[in-house]
Structures are given as C-alpha cells and as structure tokens.
C-alpha cells in the first residue's frame, strides 16, 4: 500500500491561476519534503518541514508556498503559476531517527 | 558545490553486474551518501546508502573508497526493471537529512 500519496496526480491549470497539491503520509513521520522535478531534470529540493518548522531553500520563488495542519498532512501552494512551473511535484517523508526517504508517486502539473 | 558527479548514461547487458561510479570530492565527514533511482513517471525509490563502509542489501551494494571522495553502486545481476536514472546524493543538513539530487545516470539494460 501506497504510504505517501499524493494528489491530484495529473493537474492542469491556468496561467496565474492558483493551485494547491497535497501531500498525505501514513508512516507518521517527522520531515516532510517537496521537490519541483521539471522534464529531463533531477528533482530540485524546494523546502522542508520537520514537525512544524519550515525551511525554506534559499533559491524558492515566493510563488511557492506550503502548510502543514499535522503530521499526516503537507500542501504545497503555488500563488500565482507561470509557463515554467510545468513539471512533476514530489513529496516525501522521512522519520527523525531514519536516513531513507520515501517518495509520493509525484503529482504533474502543467500550465497553459 | 554540494552536488555529486555521475556519467550522464551507462548501457548494461541483463544478467551482467552493473557499477556506476559516482564522484563527491567535496563530501564532509558526516554527511552520508545515498542512492536512488528512478523509473519513468515515477517517484524516487531508495535503493541503499552508507557513511564509511561498504553496505549491501537485498537490491545492490554500495562501495566507498577509503577517503570518502568516491562511491560505487554495483548491481550484481542486471535486469530489464533496473533500467532507470540512478541518482547518487549527498545527504547533508543534519536532523533533516535534505538530499540534494546530482544529474544522475540513465541506466540502460539491454537483453
């Protein structure tokens, strides 16, 4: 059974018009993780929860924004999309203790 | 930088053992080192990771030189399902462990 699940898996939106992705883990664990993987590209860190502390990666666009409501759950926002913000959005999570880190299947967002 | 260095693709022959280098001049002391890979239109998979020994498990193992400088996955018996972008990464950031993916090497596995 799936233990991070994303959704939706496929999304398409309009150019500037918001969207929101989620992110839900079964596996109760502390980190939560979201990468931007665009097409033919490794998947870039975006930022990262541990409990509730937000880290933001020093090269984020503001656009992107995310929460946290509890330890299940992690959405990613994305304020205002642009052309180039077509790609495949990653979740995943990792337990305090652990070193591996699960991946969501992914959910792919294109704008048009 | 941060990132590791891998040849951008590899070609295997199935059944045949499979070592894809990986280069982390720049790896500090505890920071560990990672492999993941990736099939298409799929999430990252873990695979296996080490900090100074070599490490096996039941997909591949994982040798580190002594100085820490390089790595290598071995797949000892490559099949037509290990065709995939494997990533090697460094792991750093402490409690959170961030991975910070390099450019990765498609792996093409020819029957």
């Known amino acids: 059974d799936a233990m991070v699940i994303q959704n939706p898996r496929y999304q398409v939106t309009q150019f500037g018009k918001p969207v929101t992705l989620s992110c839900s883990q079964t596996l109760n664990h502390n980190v939560m993780y979201w990468y931007q993987q665009k097409s033919s590209q490794a998947p870039k860190l975006l930022f990262h929860y541990y409990d509730k502390d937000f880290n933001n990666e020093a090269d984020t666009p503001d656009n992107f924004q995310s929460r946290r409501p509890n330890t299940s759950f992690c959405f990613l926002d994305i304020r205002s999309p642009g052309l180039g913000d077509t790609a495949m959005y990653l979740c995943a999570t990792r337990g305090s203790s652990g070193n591996t880190i699960y991946f969501g299947e992914g959910s792919w967002l294109t704008v048009v | 930088d941060a990132k590791t260095t891998q040849p951008n693709s590899m070609e295997s022959n199935e059944e045949e053992p499979v070592h894809l280098p990986c280069n982390h001049s720049?790896?500090?002391?505890?920071?560990?080192i990672h492999w993941y890979r990736q099939l298409p239109s799929q999430g990252p998979e873990y695979v296996i990771h080490?900090?100074?020994s070599n490490v096996n498990n039941r997909m591949a193992s994982l040798a580190i030189a002594e100085d820490r400088k390089s790595s290598t996955l071995i797949l000892h018996r490559a099949t037509l399902r290990d065709a995939a972008v494997y990533y090697c990464i460094r792991g750093y950031g402490g409690a959170t462990n961030k991975l910070i993916f390099g450019t990765g090497t498609l792996l093409a596995v020819q029957p």
């Open positions: 080490g900090l100074t």
């Open positions: 720049t790896i500090s002391g505890t920071d560990y």
